[in-house]
Nanobody
Framework: QVQLVESGGGLVQSGGSLRLSCAAS????????MGWFRQAPGKEREFVAA????????SYANSVKGRFTISRDNAKNTVYLQMNNLKPEDTAVYYC?????????????????WGQGTQVTVSS
């Protein structure tokens, strides 16, 4: 069964850090780029970060560049999102997604498998 399971969300103060993890079934992970998206209340889902299958290419939204780092461990079928210097505007449900291809995309329509999401709340 295809599955993506996120973990690591929670409540943190402004300036704090969290590390999100996304564990994938092998079929979901193999030869696929992976991405993180987020959706805040009343807003559309937006791209956060993506990483190619090899890990050699990454892409970030301007709003998180320099603060967030995406990485992956293909041996563990897991992708991570390290979030530092969190701000209240980072508050959202964060979703892990698997791209149809091995190269990265910032477009949600290019991702065909999604996790259930994990809540990140940053207090001021």
């Amino acid at each position: 069964q295809v599955q993506l399971v996120e973990s690591g969300g929670g409540l943190v103060q402004s300036g704090g850090s969290l590390r999100l993890s996304c564990a994938a079934s092998r079929g979901t992970f193999s030869r696929r780029a992976m991405g993180w998206f987020r959706q805040a209340p009343g807003k559309e889902r937006e791209f956060v970060a993506a990483i190619s299958w090899s890990g050699g290419s990454t892409s970030y939204a301007n709003s998180v560049k320099g603060r967030f780092t995406i990485s992956r461990d293909n041996a563990k079928n897991t992708v991570y999102l390290q979030m530092n210097n969190l701000k209240p505007e980072d508050t959202a449900v964060y979703y892990c997604a698997a791209d149809r291809d091995s190269y990265i995309s910032v477009m949600a329509r290019d991702y065909d498998y999604w996790g259930q999401g994990t809540q990140v709340t940053v207090s001021s």
